[in-house]
């Protein structure tokens, strides 16, 4: 998605959101990789596109979780009731994830929901909270290098993205 229409809904820290695709962009870091000896990706679909523009060294290789570093027994305290952990990106969808909230903190008058990570979306997830009212309900944690301790505190961890390749916080869960 870093390359796609130049990055415009990368979400990342390198591209932001330029808000529109730029093909220039595009060309330009295309133009780039045909000098890599070897491009790795992370799923089928980034490798067919680059192929389909000429590139032909590229491999797949499924992003991994060092098992090691979440423990192994987990912790009888979940004082989080939900749990999101996702670059706020809007293919992640959190204001789908803000919709259900809405709909639990419903019946479940005590609820406590944690979202961990930052982007893009955070200022307008933020204004959301604060339009349903769950201020109190839903916490903003912003980015974590160690995501094992929110994840041993959850009850549920939830995935609302539109797309995902290989959705790693639900293979760490």
Known sequence: S?????????????????????????????????RADLIVTMGNRAREFFRGHGLTKVVVCPGGIDTDSFPKKTSDTKEIHLL????????????RFLEVCREV????????????????????????????????AVKF?????????WLQRAKILVLTSDSEGLPLSIMEA
């Open 2 to 34: 870093e390359v796609v229409g130049g990055g415009s809904y990368s979400g990342t820290r390198m591209f932001g959101d330029t808000g529109r695709d730029s093909n220039r962009l595009e060309r330009q870091l295309i133009s780039i990789l045909r």
């Open 84 to 95: 999101v952990v996702a670059r706020l990106d809007p293919i992640k969808r959190i204001d």
């Open 105 to 136: 903190a419903k019946a479940v008058p005590s609820l406590s929901v944690a979202i961990v990570g930052d982007g893009l979306m955070r200022a307008r997830s933020e204004q959301v909270v604060a339009d349903y009212g769950l201020e109190g």
């Open 141 to 149: 944690h912003g980015f974590q290098e160690d995501v094992s301790c």
